[in-house]
């Protein structure tokens, strides 16, 4: 049978979401819990791998089994043998079709800004600091030039195994609240460091480095050697996975600083 999980987890403590031999990983960890419960070997394939210190509200896995366990079973035994930072939020049974990764119809992220003079104690490693004013109606200005379907070589890391740089953003949008701000997208896919290095041109143009514009021609170079700084990987989520209505998985519902 195959059965498919959400995981939340606090990126800070691993090398990202997948398995290293030098470092401890998300998806080890992940696996060792299921393995436990199952009284087998478990690989699971995740919705989007995460980089270190990235963190998920809403990572979405799935493995084959045959074992039987109830949901609860999985649920309750995978999170007794998980550390702190990593959690089993839902699992259920689905279609022997269903697949975390290529079933994905939509990836969402936030990318959260903590937006003052002094850094933060209490949220840190959870949030971007960034010390300059930024004006986010510049921001939001240079973000619209994104929307759509590019070649987005310029916002890919340079080691990116991706076949193609043409994804489609669907929402690109910039909120406000305090000191905080977040900057939320939603793609059918991402390239490797593509949010870091968006939220990196956003963040200079909003302190006033560069025009709003400077996004486009960034767009249009498609070089990434002639793109932005690529930002910290703090106080960047996974949000959210969308897949066809058929399958019924679940939508995490935990509201993030806004």
Not at 28 to 44: G, I, L, M, T
Not at 110 to 139: D, E, K
């Amino acid at each position: 049978m195959r059965i498919a999980a959400g995981i939340e987890y606090d990126g800070r403590p691993f090398c990202g979401w997948q398995f290293q031999n030098h470092s401890p990983s998300v998806q080890q960890e992940v696996e060792q819990a299921f393995s436990k419960v199952a009284n087998h070997d478990v690989r699971v394939v995740c919705a989007g791998r995460t980089d270190t210190g990235v963190h998920a509200i809403d990572q979405v896995i799935h493995f084959d089994t045959d074992a039987d366990r109830s949901n609860y079973s999985w649920l309750r035994g995978s999170n007794t043998n998980l550390p702190a930072a990593v959690s089993v939020q839902w699992v259920k049974r689905v279609d022997d079709e269903f697949h975390a990764r290529f079933s994905a119809q939509q990836r969402s992220y936030r990318y959260v800004i903590c937006n003052r003079a002094g850094r933060s104690a209490v949220f840190n490693g959870l949030v971007t600091w960034n010390h300059l004013p930024l004006q986010i109606n510049r921001m939001q200005e240079a973000a619209n030039y994104l929307l759509g379907e590019h070649d987005f070589s310029s916002f890919r890391a340079a080691g990116c195994q991706a076949k193609s740089p043409v994804r489609t953003i669907a929402k690109l949008e910039l909120i406000q609240q305090g000191e905080f701000i977040v900057i939320d997208i939603e793609a059918n896919a991402f390239l490797h460091h593509m949010v870091r290095n968006i939220a990196g041109v956003l963040m200079a143009i909003g302190c006033g480095e560069a025009e709003p514009e400077w996004a486009k021609k960034i767009l249009e170079y498609r070089d990434r050697k002639l793109g932005g700084v690529t930002a910290s990987p703090c106080g960047l989520y996974l949000t959210r996975v969308a897949y066809p209505e058929h399958f019924e998985i679940p939508q995490a519902k935990l509201k993030l600083f806004i």
